[in-house]
């Protein structure tokens, strides 16, 4: 059995810089061909001169006869100002700014602390309209793990969509009922990436046969009924769900720690997993508009034109890949078969 794809695009990414990025980014650009990069780095991409700068490392780094668009954000933070806004908006490769409440996630330490200090460059991106992507969390320690996205609803979105109701809001990474019934009943400007390790897994993950670090990302993996609510929504035909991986890589000896970092590395496979996931449902036919149209359609950006192949071909996937400094990178599902195979 084999389905073929228009070329999708990733709307939510982490690339990293140097040795990492030219490690990672062979894995996301032979399946897709564009995808929003993610803007925390230290420092962080905050002006446009950095994003520039960020996306001609990108580009260098592309091995050859690999195609490969990457579309760049900026990292909102206090200071962020209205020239700031207005510079990237008349940019061509800036589409997007990237909201990481202080502490939330990693490398978010320069996130904001207060939005109320941004409504400055908040009203100037609402009047040209450039998206908001939301990390959408609350980060006060007294709230549980489990209900903070929930609470990141109730204290900031619903007052945020508010006070700038035609603002473009991408709701990033969400791992909720809340989150998705939420989106639901927004309107036409707010959208929801949903990555593969929400569709795939519930938190029981984190704990099979001890502590598992590499299924650890944040926001944290939810409930099964919050699992099945989101793989309700990918697979709904909603134009306002999309494909945004969170692809986030970490070097073995920095998950595998006392105190390790938050993230699911799954660019190796992506357009794999999102298939395993939408055929649990049987929803195999509905794969192509959320991986390719609908993230496109959200953004203003045109449809891809090529095609890509996935086959039902169980194959197993690598334990580990060579990474920084003689570290490696321990994919999700590392040394586990999977039920599908991308062609070349």
Known sequence: MQISLTRPDDWHLHLRDGAALATVL???ARQFARAIVMPNLRPPVSTVAAAGEYRQRIIAALPPAMAFEPLMTLYLTDRTSVDDIRRAADSDFVHAVKLYPAGATTNSDAGVSNLRQCDRALAEMQRCGLPLLVHGEVTDPTIDVFDREKAFIDAVLQPLLRRYPALKVVFEHITTSDAADFVVAGGPLLGATIT???????????????????????????RESHRQALLR????????????????PHARTTKEVACGCAGCYTAHAALELYAEAFESVGALDRLEAFAS????DFYGLP?????????????????EFAYLGGDTLVPLRAGELLRWRMLD
């Open 293 to 296: 149209f609908n993230g496109a």
């Open 233 to 248: 929504a990918a697979t709904s035909g909603s134009r306002r769900f999309f494909l945004g991986t969170d692809s986030a």
């Open 26 to 28: 062979p894995h996301t």
């Open 303 to 319: 449809r891809n034109s090529g095609k890509v192949s996935l086959a039902r071909d169980d194959w197993r996937t690598p334990t």
């Open 196 to 222: 593969a390790h929400h569709l795939l897994y519930n938190r029981n993950a984190i704990f099979a046969g001890g502590i598992r670090p590499h299924h650890y990302c944040l926001p944290v993996l939810k």
